[in-house]
């Protein structure tokens, strides 16, 4: 009875001050072997976070040291073990996305999830922290959705087919019903209910796909692992010394933008060339048909979520 009167004055205090907790959290294993920006997605969104939690799992390398000289103040660590037996679906990815979520302060009210190559532009932390503030009380929004950009082999090009997802939730509700859904790429809640979101008006800044050729290698070696056996990894993973992005990428557009401030120093130590001619593009019939079919009003993109149209 006590906690439940505590929990409800806390809900009026912060009704009548205005105030607002947001916590942000993620999970991250071998970001240096695997060249992840984990510092820079971090340190993106933590001026609008009052927490940052964010599971370690057991890496090969010094993960866990380059975490903890971030802002020991706001960061909370969670060590993790990955369980590396299971191999389908990315299954792996959403358990250590839900060790972060459940680690998260009882009195947050939102929660920032950020992937380890997934970048906030420091031009959109203003507007997204009025959007939380707008709905802090509109219970019927489970979250916020961002729209993506995906850049790919360089920090000059982003993909512009059908094949990219266009859009993600990375704003939730503290709410514990709700868990990290399959791959770790979206959320669910309940019985496997869909998010009801609205826009973020902003933007995720994945880069994900720029990498030094060798380190995209490994990557794709060692997480394909997460999805597939052995079996099918000989046969579908080239075995190269080093990405070759060209065979991999069918169109792209040029990024003529600022990237965040937070990547300036690792974008000035870029040290592989990628080129790419945009008028080579070619479109697959999978996107002519998507593209044709939203010009007169269907949309047959996968939603990941339940959108609120609010004024």
Partial sequence: MLRKKTRIISVFQKYWTNKMKVSGFTFIRNALKYDYPIVEAILSILPICDEFIIA?????????????????KKIKIIQTVWDDTLRANGEVLAIETNKAFKAISPDSD???????????HEKYLNSIQQTMQKYVFDHEVDGLLFDYKHFYGSYDFIGSSNSWYKKEIRIIRNNKQIYSFKDAQGFRKGANEKLKVVSANASIYHYGWVKDPRSMQYKQEDFSKLWHNDEWISKNIEKVEGFEYEKHISQLSSFDGD????????????????????SKNSRSFK????????LIGLNFNYKNYIFLRRK
């Fill in 56 to 72: 370690v799992g057991n890496s090969d390398d010094d993960t866990l040291a380059l975490i903890q000289k971030i802002d020991p």
């Fill in 259 to 278: 990237h965040p401030l937070v990547m300036k120093e690792r974008i000035e130590r870029l040290n592989w060339k990628f080129e790419y001619d945009i």
């Fill in 110 to 120: 939102w929660a920032f999830y950020i992937q380890g190559d997934e970048i906030v």
């Fill in 287 to 294: 996107d002519f048909l998507k593209d044709n079919l939203l």
